[in-house]
Structures are given as structure tokens and as C-alpha cells.
């Protein structure tokens, strides 16, 4: 308990709360720029049990801010190096690592094995499978996240508080990552370490969560903002609706007339000399048979809109997507004839149509965040 | 005069963090759509804030003008 003489000194801590600390089981997603300022206090802090899943290689480029690794670790795997400079930090703690990435097929399973999830992700997508899995499986998890200069932060799903369902609704929109946007090293090392915090304060039982509360930080400014906000009580997820959301193919059709309402890439997969030409904004045209050689074209964090002439060939492309990775796509129910019916009753064209979109679904979309 | 706040990726759209705006009418929901017009933001995953709080913006939001009207987007970098 030495070693811990500093933190047992504070008077809400204590050797009570030390051994809290040392009973209290944390798994993070994600083994990046967060990770890397997350993993290293929490494990000096004697956390028990820590998890760490992400099924990444260390590259070149992470080196800026995942400060964790070093060098002789690019091309290594991230949770087996994670682990290495851990063990050297404390070895007492309990390092679990998961060389793969959270999926639906082992998100409830893992959850199971620990008391706090922490987000430390860089995809929207992942975000709302760690919600989901942690409403199922009654675990709270504690959200990073950092666009350029700001970060944000909360807790969600902490003594039945909010979800990150009830602040952000859907999974659509514009959301880039890291990568498409970049990233300060200190931004990033900031916001992991007001996770980390906020974990701790959690597993003590001290101070406020951030449980019904936005924190974003602006590092520029040094300006803080908190924004509180309610519990969405028409919003349930159990085990079923779980199960239905990530293991069901139903969901991956969609109506043309709500499609055209909903923010992505259209993606065409006809043979170029196929007739209605739609002017859509954003869209691409790779034929079906072209369409594995070209997946470079598409990214994976952008909704996909797919679309044939009636809606058959889309679902194979469908097919071809998920095989790849893409989880946030859908397939047009009636393809390019159900989406120029649409258009055509809402005037054609690309620009007039993307304004004609603005002024017709600014309430329908506000509504569904 | 109320005060609008920018932030993450709209700010960006936004070109600022912050402006004030004259409004021209007391709806929440008719500002947003000003400004949806008024800056590239469709498409944009949003919330909007009323004073620091979380308003559902299909209810009937009036704005005054002493509010600070902020729009918030979910980030993704990590």
C-alpha cells in the first residue's frame, strides 16, 4: 500500500477508498490517443483488473499522441505493447487484453467481466454498440471524444442516468475521426485524462459524475462549457432489441422517401450506361462487379446509401460491405425507381433538391437527435 | 440579440465559435433553420442547447433575447 501513500492521504480516499481502487474492474475500448493517457493512471492508480480491446497494429503516425508506445513498436500489436509498458508501471494490476475490436458478437460477454466501460474509441459506430451493450449488460461507461481543438466528455448510462442514445439519437451524419480531421497530442491526452478522472471518481464514489452532462473543452481557449441533459424515457434497448439491431438483416433495407432525408454517400452500384441517372449530392457510381476492387472509394465512417434499378443487386453489394467492415450502410428498397418517384414529386436536380431537402427535413431531422 | 455557440465541426462550417444573431422570430425551430441555411450544416448530427440545457427541438422553444443558444455535434477522434 506504499506506493498508493499519496492518493490514501486525501481525506475522501483513504484506505477505504484505495481499496476500492484495487477491487474495481475497468475495460477500455480502444488503445489509441485516449487509451494512451487513460491506461497508464489508471494502471499506477492500482485499478485491479484492467481490459484493454483494440485489434490495431501501432503505426508511424501514432506515435504523436499515443504516448504509451514507443518506435521499436510500430508494426506490433497495440494491446500487447500496451501491456508491456503497463506491466513495467504496476505490476500488481491485472492487465486482460483482447487483440481483436468490439464487435456485437463479443461486446455483452466482455462487458459482463467489469464494473466501467471507458470509450476511448475514434467511431461513431462503436459508440453506439458500447451504449447499447452496456444498457443490456447494466454497465456504465464513461464517453471521450475530440474534433481538432475540442474535446467532449460525459458518462452515460451511470445509476440509470442518460444514455448516449438520449444525447445523440441516430446514427447518421457527418462525424470525422482523427485521421480525416487531426489531432493535437495534449488535446487528445487532455480529454483521456478527464476520462480516466471521471472513472475514478466513479469507482471512490466521490465528487460529481458526469452523468446528464456534456463537458466539452476547447483547448485553444481554454474555455469550459457543460451542457445538462434528460433521460429519454421512450428510448429502451434489452437484449432482444439488441440482438435484432446488430444481428438482423431487415435493418439494412431502407425506404427510398427516407433515405432522401437522411444525410451519406449514395452509392450506385448499376452498370454506368443504366438509365434513370439520378442527380444526387455526394453520390458514386461503381458498378456491382467493380465493386470489391474499388472499396478504397468509400469510407467506412460515412453513412452509404446503396441503390440498383429495383433494390436486388444493392443487397449483394450490401453483402460485400459487411464482409468488409462497413457497418453503417443500407440498401435502397426499390433502387433507382423508388428514389426518382420521390424525386419527382419534389422537384428534380441535385442542388434544388439537396435545398428542397434542408427546407423540408430540418424538423424531422432535429427531431430524431 | 442571442448569443449562438458554435462548436466541433460546425463551428468549423460555422467559421466561429460564436456570433450574435438578430432574430426575427421567437421559434427555436425557425432560427435553427436560418442558420441551417445560412451555413453548411446539413447533414450535421445535432443537439441544441437553450441556456446551457438540452431542448427537444420539435417542442414549442421560444427564445428571448437574453438566451445563449448553443449547437452541439457529436465528436469522433480519438
Keep these: ?369 | 440579440m442571442v448569443k449562438v455557440k458554435y462548436f466541433g465541426m460546425v463551428a468549423e462550417a460555422a467559421g466561429r465559435p460564436f456570433e450574435y444573431v438578430e432574430v426575427q422570430t421567437s421559434q427555436l425551430s425557425e432560427l435553427i433553420k436560418e442558420l441551417y441555411i445560412k451555413y453548411p450544416l446539413n447533414g450535421f448530427a445535432l443537439k441544441i442547447a437553450v441556456n446551457q440545457a438540452v431542448v427537444d427541438i420539435t417542442e414549442n422553444n421560444t427564445v428571448y433575447g437574453e438566451d445563449e443558444i448553443a449547437l452541439l455535434p457529436p465528436f469522433a477522434g480519438g
Excluded at chain 1, 477508498?17 to 487509451?35: I, Y
Excluded at chain 1, 456534456?214 to 434528460?230: A, E, R, S, V, W
Excluded at chain 1, 444525410?263 to 457510381?285: F, M, T
Excluded at chain 1, 424538423?363 to 430524431?368: A, Q, Y
Design chain 1, 1 to 369: 500500500m506504499k506506493r498508493y501513500n499519496r492518493q490514501i492521504k486525501l481525506g475522501n480516499i483513504g484506505k477505504g477508498g484505495q481499496q476500492k481502487l484495487l477491487d474495481a474492474k475497468v475495460l477500455v475500448v480502444g488503445a489509441g490517443g485516449l487509451g494512451a493517457a487513460i491506461l497508464p493512471y489508471l494502471t499506477s492508480a492500482g485499478i485491479g483488473k484492467i481490459g484493454i480491446i483494440d485489434g490495431d497494429v501501432i503505426e508511424e503516425s501514432n506515435l504523436q499522441r499515443q504516448v504509451i508506445y514507443s518506435e521499436d513498436g510500430v508494426g506490433k500489436s497495440k494491446v500487447q505493447q500496451a501491456e508491456l509498458r503497463l506491466s513495467k508501471l504496476n505490476s500488481k494490476v491485472e492487465v486482460r487484453t483482447y487483440n481483436t475490436f468490439l464487435k456485437p458478437s463479443n461486446a455483452l460477454r466482455l462487458f459482463e467481466q467489469y464494473d466501467i466501460i471507458v470509450d476511448a474509441t475514434d467511431s461513431v459506430e462503436v459508440r453506439y454498440l458500447i451504449n447499447d451493450a452496456c444498457i443490456v449488460s447494466g454497465k456504465p461507461f464513461v464517453y471521450g471524444s475530440v474534433f481538432q481543438f475540442e474535446g467532449q466528455v460525459s458518462v452515460f448510462n451511470y445509476k440509470n442516468g442518460p444514455t448516449y442514445r438520449c444525447l445523440f439519437g441516430k446514427e447518421n451524419g457527418r462525424v470525422p475521426n482523427c485521421e480525416e480531421s487531426g489531432v493535437l497530442g495534449t488535446t487528445v491526452g487532455l480529454i483521456g485524462m478527464l476520462q480516466a478522472n471521471e472513472v475514478m471518481k466513479m469507482i471512490l464514489g466521490i465528487g460529481e459524475a458526469l452523468s446528464g452532462k456534456l463537458l466539452i473543452y476547447n483547448t485553444l481557449l481554454n474555455d469550459q462549457h457543460i451542457f445538462k441533459f434528460k433521460k429519454n424515457k421512450a428510448i429502451s434497448v434489452d437484449e432482444p432489441s439488441f440482438n435484432d439491431t446488430y444481428h438482423s438483416e431487415k435493418n439494412s433495407e431502407i425506404k427510398a422517401e427516407e433515405a432522401l432525408f437522411q444525410p451519406g454517400v449514395w452509392l450506385d452500384v448499376r452498370a454506368v450506361h443504366e438509365i434513370p441517372k439520378l442527380k444526387l449530392p455526394n453520390s458514386i457510381n461503381i458498378p456491382l462487379p467493380l465493386l470489391e476492387e474499388n472499396l478504397h472509394r468509400l469510407n467506412k465512417n460515412e453513412p452509404i446509401f446503396i441503390y440498383c434499378q429495383a433494390g436486388k443487386r444493392s443487397l449483394q453489394a450490401l453483402k460485400i460491405l459487411q464482409k468488409q467492415g462497413f457497418r453503417n450502410i443500407k440498401s435502397v428498397i426499390g433502387g433507382a425507381m423508388a428514389l426518382n418517384k420521390c424525386i419527382g414529386n419534389k422537384r428534380a436536380g441535385g442542388k434544388q433538391l439537396s435545398a428542397d431537402i434542408i427546407m423540408h427535413a430540418i424538423p424531422d431531422f432535429c427531431r430524431s437527435f
